[in-house]
């Protein structure tokens, strides 16, 4: 491969300045290092910087003004629109700020803001303790905070964020701030949700919860109309101890999926539940009576969801994500129907129902503010030849027309490239507002624009 080299003359200061922790276009681990899961536009920094302190990352970001670079902030590079990246800028790389220090007596962690979700529970599990994180280990702990942070115990314990009791964070002009609830606080409402626009996450702590029980793992289910519109329901009524992510999507090819399935659209659903194995058995059985074709859900760890890396995406995804109250028999059919008539080698419609916990939060808590939202929506379509990329595109855009209800948000963390208009839509009125209000305090330049941008307040 050809790589577009951005050569600038200025880079070799910051290379004297940071001795052994610039990466440049050429050098040997270069190639290997700007990699991240997702780049739809091939992007080439200028440098890249890694194993940086605070107190470098301040110093990068002050040169990165003061040349004129975008900056890329990289955690664990899960961001779906390449935002880990940046074509000609410099990436902070946060991988080796990865320290994770339990404290059982308060039950507490601090964690570095480069840190895999799948390291902080393994810290976590000898200690009975878990913090909720989403459903893939890879993804970097700054990252989903940022967002928020659905998934597998959500609806007992919340969103990520609803955990998260203080975070270092290193802001525009350099300085780096504690924000909590008694220190900047603004800032501190802000990073929970408002998607990496405030500063770099250099720690964060958070309150973990006792995990005395688990039982989890995968359940696949016919992909029919009625069993999706059952499952759905099943989960909104379930016990909040219990959260299901529910995929429906060809069958993949895989050595338990029945010979009768092969090709056919599955249900594939990652079930967890937080308790005694009598009480998971209870909330588990309206699931099992829809019928499985595969069933591996037991007693065990919850780490175990997260068994082995997550391997290289099929493709480059077209993905859209939003939120609906309900799945009827009819909007099962919908799903069906577009899974079944497009022709792409991947594609999927994801189903999380929420409630619980995550709803209980007062909407005007945190930046992720979706607190009534009942269920999130993700599609996504793969593409590997860029021809196919409006087909796929389409696809995800009408299937969304087709189901979408009253609510009109979106999960920032769930967005791809999408433009501003989508990105506004993560954000309630007053919380767009609030947010605006607080990037002009704390990044009037919008030095931190390469992620779901929100732009500061005019004067
Ligand atoms: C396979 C997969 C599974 C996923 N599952 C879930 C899930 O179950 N639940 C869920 O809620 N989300 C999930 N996500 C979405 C994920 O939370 C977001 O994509 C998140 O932004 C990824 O963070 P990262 O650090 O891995 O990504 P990166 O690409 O490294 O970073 C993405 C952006 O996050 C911001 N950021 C990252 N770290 C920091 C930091 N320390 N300080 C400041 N800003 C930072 C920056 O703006 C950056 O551009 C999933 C994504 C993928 C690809």
Same mark, same amino acid.
């Given at each position: 491969?050809?790589?577009?080299?951005?050569?600038?003359?200025?880079?070799?200061?910051?290379?004297?300045?940071?001795?052994?922790?610039?990466?440049?276009? @050429?050098?040997?681990?270069?190639?290997?290092?700007?990699?991240?899961?997702?780049?739809?536009?091939?992007?080439?920094?200028? &440098?890249?910087?890694?194993?940086?302190?605070?107190?470098?990352?301040?110093?990068?970001?002050?040169?990165?003004?003061?040349?004129?670079?975008?900056?890329?902030?990289?955690?664990?590079?899960?961001?779906?629109? @390449?935002?880990?990246?940046?074509?000609?800028?410099?990436?902070?790389?946060?991988?080796?700020?990865?320290?994770?220090?339990?404290? =059982?007596?308060?039950?507490?962690?601090?964690?570095?803001?480069? &840190?895999?979700?799948?390291?902080?529970?393994?810290?976590?599990?000898?200690?009975?303790?878990?913090?909720?994180?989403?459903?893939?280990?890879?993804? @970097?702990?700054?990252?989903?905070?940022?967002?928020?942070?659905?998934?597998?115990?959500?609806?007992?314990?919340?969103?990520?964020?609803?955990?998260?009791?203080?975070?270092?964070?290193?802001?525009?002009?350099?300085?780096?701030?504690?924000?909590?609830?008694?220190?900047?606080?603004?800032?501190?409402?802000?990073?929970?949700?408002?998607?990496?626009?405030?500063?770099?996450?250099?720690?964060?702590?958070?309150?973990?919860?006792?995990?005395?029980?688990?039982?989890?793992?995968?359940?696949?289910?016919?992909?029919?109309?009625?069993?999706?519109?059952?499952?759905?329901? &099943?989960?909104?009524?379930?016990?909040?101890?219990?959260?299901?992510?529910?995929?429906?999507?060809?069958?993949?090819?895989?050595?338990?999926?029945? =010979? &009768?399935?092969?090709?056919?659209?599955?249900?594939?659903?990652?079930?967890?539940?937080?308790?005694?194995?009598?009480?998971?058995?209870?909330?588990?059985?309206?699931?099992?009576?829809?019928?499985?074709?595969?069933?591996?859900?037991?007693?065990?760890?919850?780490?175990?969801?997260?068994?082995?890396?997550?391997?290289?995406?099929?493709?480059?995804?077209?993905?859209?994500?939003?939120?609906?109250?309900?799945?009827?028999?009819?909007?099962?059919?919908?799903?069906?129907?577009?899974?079944?008539?497009?022709?792409?080698?991947?594609?999927?419609?994801?189903?999380?129902?929420?409630?619980?916990?995550?709803?209980?939060?007062?909407?005007?808590?945190?930046?992720?503010?979706?607190?009534?939202?009942?269920?999130?929506?993700?599609?996504?379509?793969?593409?590997?030849?860029?021809?196919?990329?409006?087909?796929?595109?389409?696809?995800?855009?009408?299937?969304?027309?087709?189901?979408?209800?009253?609510? =009109?948000?979106?999960?920032?963390?769930?967005?791809?490239? =999408?433009?501003?208009?989508?990105?506004?839509?993560?954000?309630?009125?007053?919380?767009?507002?609030?947010?605006?209000?607080?990037?002009?305090?704390?990044?009037?330049?919008?030095?931190?624009?390469?992620?779901?941008?929100?732009?500061?307040?005019?004067?």
């Amino acid at each position: 491969m050809i790589l577009r080299l951005h050569t600038r003359p200025e880079i070799g200061r910051l290379v004297e300045d940071l001795p052994g922790k610039v990466t440049l276009p @050429g050098d040997p681990v270069f190639e290997q290092n700007r990699r991240v899961l997702f780049d739809p536009d091939g992007c080439v920094p200028a &440098a890249l910087v890694r194993g940086a302190s605070p107190a470098d990352i301040s110093r990068v970001i002050g040169f990165a003004r003061q040349h004129g670079f975008d900056l890329a902030i990289r955690g664990g590079g899960h961001s779906s629109a @390449g935002h880990g990246t940046v074509d000609g800028g410099i990436v902070i790389d946060l991988r080796d700020l990865d320290d994770v220090a339990v404290d =059982e007596p308060t039950s507490t962690v601090w964690v570095g803001g480069g &840190a895999t979700v799948r390291a902080v529970l393994k810290a976590l599990e000898p200690h009975g303790l878990v913090v909720g994180f989403g459903d893939s280990g890879d993804v @970097g702990v700054g990252g989903i905070v940022s967002g928020g942070g659905i998934g597998y115990l959500s609806r007992l314990h919340g969103a990520t964020i609803d955990s998260v009791l203080a975070a270092e964070v290193v802001l525009a002009d350099g300085r780096f701030v504690m924000a909590g609830p008694d220190s900047e606080p603004d800032l501190f409402w802000a990073i929970r949700g408002g998607g990496g626009n405030f500063g770099v996450i250099t720690r964060i702590q958070f309150q973990a919860r006792p995990l005395p029980a688990f039982t989890g793992g995968m359940l696949v289910l016919p992909g029919t109309a009625e069993t999706i519109a059952a499952f759905v329901a &099943a989960a909104q009524t379930a016990p909040e101890a219990l959260s299901a992510i529910a995929m429906v999507m060809p069958a993949p090819p895989a050595p338990f999926i029945p =010979e &009768a399935y092969k090709d056919k659209l599955v249900l594939f659903a990652m079930m967890a539940f937080a308790g005694p194995d009598d009480a998971a058995a209870a909330a588990l059985a309206p699931f099992r009576a829809l019928g499985p074709v595969f069933d591996a859900v037991k007693p065990g760890p919850l780490l175990s969801l997260y068994d082995g890396p997550g391997g290289e995406p099929p493709g480059m995804p077209e993905t859209r994500t939003f939120f609906v109250d309900r799945i009827s028999k009819d909007a099962a059919r919908t799903i069906v129907g577009f899974l079944t008539e497009s022709d792409s080698a991947m594609r999927m419609v994801q189903i999380r129902v929420l409630g619980g916990a995550v709803n209980r939060v007062p909407s005007g808590d945190t930046a992720y503010a979706h607190r009534d939202a009942q269920i999130m929506m993700f599609l996504a379509n793969f593409y590997s030849d860029p021809a196919d990329r409006s087909k796929r595109s389409k696809w995800v855009d009408d299937l969304m027309s087709a189901l979408r209800q009253e609510h =009109e948000g979106a999960y920032v963390n769930f967005l791809g490239d =999408e433009g501003p208009a989508r990105t506004r839509s993560a954000y309630p009125g007053p919380t767009w507002d609030r947010l605006r209000r607080i990037k002009r305090q704390y990044d009037p330049e919008n030095v931190f624009r390469r992620n779901q941008n929100i732009p500061p307040a005019s004067a």
